[in-house]
């Protein structure tokens, strides 16, 4: 196995228990404890005949036995191990019987990682799915045991030689952001790349207005860039180990290293290796772009208004984030979360009022996705950075802080294209990140990590800073969302040498001001938005609208877009009239002469 470049593996070790007995306070190990001490009358079991008498043998024994012998009996009844909580788990219908089976698993494998391939053996010698069961489990109505099962599949998935199967994939990394958006109430509400995540935008609205504003391909539509459909290959090479930049591990790093992200074997499969993942990537940004997700049922068409009802928190939610971060250190498993769009999902929370503990974690899968150079490059068409740039302003635990860094860091080094890495640092630039690393050198800072990421973002913002053009400046305003009265939008010298270049890109930047307009409520985005579109891509009407707003400064620059539109279509249509009263009088001309 590669080393995290931790000098000593007996440490992880040590590391590693110590952080699961730190995590004891979080509430499903805390009522694993519990659950612990109400030992289950297996004999009751065996004289109602639901388990058999070879179960029953082995289930009291295992529970009976200390580490030592545990080990001993697993060596030589490996097959039956597995058999007999499988049946265990198929037959048994009471909560509270599953959930000490499912705490007896998990600390079997706890104790010996390897053991994750007694399932995998016994699932192929019976040529059945190893996933099957534990599956099925995650439909239960008991978030215990959900979650403990949950954390159950995670281990053997990241812990087997083998990869998960790509279905079963699927529906697990579902069932993981689903139980995410508990914390938030999504609402049919989605985050468009480039807007806020304070801005969320109604899909059905959106799909509607981008369905007249964008074309899509002769095979394509915005029902057919769902999201399970992408179909990926050409996969980059692993990025397990997520650590292998040189030089000493400080103290914060090796926390972060083994911090909720425990010992990983190697997997030397290549199950994934065939994947294309570029293509399917794009198609993802491009359907988020266009907003082209189902809305509620409950909401209303055409309801733009920010509906955050408030609806009891996911109490597993520091399990569930733990679960997603042991699946985000394996490569081929990140490109899978984001085909379920779960980018967009871990920004919602982020978004969302959430306790530290939960930005750490979140964050953290953030930072591992951004090891892998491809999806380091598409990352900030999530709008990542102003988010995090939030976060990073409200900050005051240190772990998050350094988080955060690392991932500002990675946005800048990770990406094999210069140009993007550019564009990451002009968003930080924009989003004020030079002004929060500014606040932290002010402080006394004992974290070498900390500090060393500060100094290598203030020297490439400041850099960056140096070639910032006033396009770059403009164009880096309007994807972030956040519009305000830069000096650029009333330069007049800014329009007439930088006017053509907002067609560029398909229309880029004008379709993102008329997405502005048709679905932020902020009167100062607004009121930027329609002093800059004009007549484009249809923005007249949506400028027309805002006529009636109540704010008067969103009147008054809708008003000027108008005046605008008129003047240039009063213009145009004297130059016809002139051209038409030209061309017969050429035409009389040429006739004399000839």
Request: aromatic share 8%.
């Amino acid at each position: 196995m590669t080393s995290l470049v931790l000098t000593d593996s007996s440490q992880l070790t040590s590391d590693s228990q110590h952080l699961d007995m730190l995590a004891a306070t979080s509430v499903l190990q805390h009522q694993a404890t519990e659950i612990r001490t109400q030992r289950v009358n297996w004999q009751s079991y065996l004289q109602s005949q639901m388990i058999s008498q070879e179960d029953y043998n082995f289930i009291v024994s295992f529970d009976n036995a200390d580490s030592a012998t545990r080990e001993s009996l697993l060596k030589d009844n490996r097959n039956q191990c597995a058999k007999t909580f499988l049946n265990l788990l198929g037959h048994v219908s009471k909560d509270q019987t599953i959930q000490y089976i499912l705490i007896m698993i998990d600390d079997m494998l706890q104790e010996d990682r390897s053991r994750v391939e007694i399932f995998r053996e016994h699932a192929a010698k019976k040529r059945e799915s190893v996933w099957g069961p534990f599956l099925n489990l995650l439909n239960r109505p008991d978030g215990f045991i959900m979650n403990m099962t949950s954390k159950i599949i995670a281990k053997i998935a990241c812990w087997s030689q083998e990869l998960m199967d790509r279905s079963d994939l699927h529906f697990y990394l579902t069932w993981l952001k689903d139980q995410l958006k508990q914390n938030v109430s999504l609402g049919g509400l989605h985050i468009p790349p480039h807007i806020s995540c304070s801005r969320m935008t109604p899909g059905n609205q959106l799909a509607r207005l981008c369905s007249k504003l964008v074309g899509f391909g002769p095979d394509q539509s915005p029902d057919s860039l769902s999201a399970p459909d992408l179909i990926f290959d050409g996969a980059q090479p692993n990025l397990r180990h997520v650590t292998q930049a040189p030089g000493p591990v400080t103290a914060a790093k090796k926390k972060d290293m083994l911090d909720l992200l425990p010992y990983i074997p190697p997997i030397n499969h290549d199950f994934f290796n065939n994947l294309r993942i570029d293509a399917a990537i794009e198609a993802l940004l491009e359907s988020n772009l266009h907003g082209v997700q189902e809305s509620s049922p409950d909401s209303a068409p055409g309801d733009s208004s920010e509906t955050h009802e408030e609806i009891p928190t996911n109490e597993y939610m520091q399990s569930v984030a733990r679960c997603l971060q042991m699946m985000m250190r394996i490569d081929e498993y990140r490109f899978a979360f984001v085909a379920v769009d779960g980018i967009s999902t871990l920004l919602a929370v982020l978004s969302s009022r959430v306790n530290f503990q939960i930005q750490y974690q979140l964050i953290f899968c953030l930072w591992v996705l951004t090891f892998n150079p491809l999806l380091a490059e598409k990352m900030n068409k999530f709008n990542v950075i102003p988010i995090m740039a939030d976060i990073l302003s409200d900050s005051v635990k240190e772990k998050v802080t350094r988080i955060i860094l690392a991932v500002f860091r990675n946005l800048i080094e990770k990406p094999e294209d210069s140009q993007v890495s550019k564009e990451h640092c002009i968003a930080m630039v924009q989003c004020k990140v030079l002004k929060q690393l500014n606040i932290l050198e002010q402080r006394k800072l004992d974290d070498e990590d900390i500090v060393e990421d500060i100094d290598f973002l203030n020297e490439r913002l400041q850099a960056s800073v140096q070639d910032l053009s006033s396009f770059d400046e403009y164009s880096t305003e309007v994807k972030s969302g956040r519009l305000e009265w830069s000096p650029v939008h009333k330069s007049a010298k800014f329009w007439r040498e930088n006017a053509p270049r907002l067609n560029e890109k398909n229309y880029e930047l004008l379709r993102i001001l008329i997405h502005l307009l048709d679905t932020v409520k902020d009167p100062l985005v607004l009121s930027v938005a329609s002093f800059d579109i004009g007549e484009y891509l249809g923005g007249k009407q949506l400028v027309m609208q805002l006529l009636a707003h109540d704010d008067p400064n969103v009147r008054y620059e809708a008003l000027l877009a108008v005046q605008k539109l008129m003047v240039h279509n009063w213009e145009y249509l004297g130059r016809q009239l002139e051209k038409e009263h030209t061309q017969p009088a050429s035409a009389a001309t040429g006739t004399v002469k000839s």
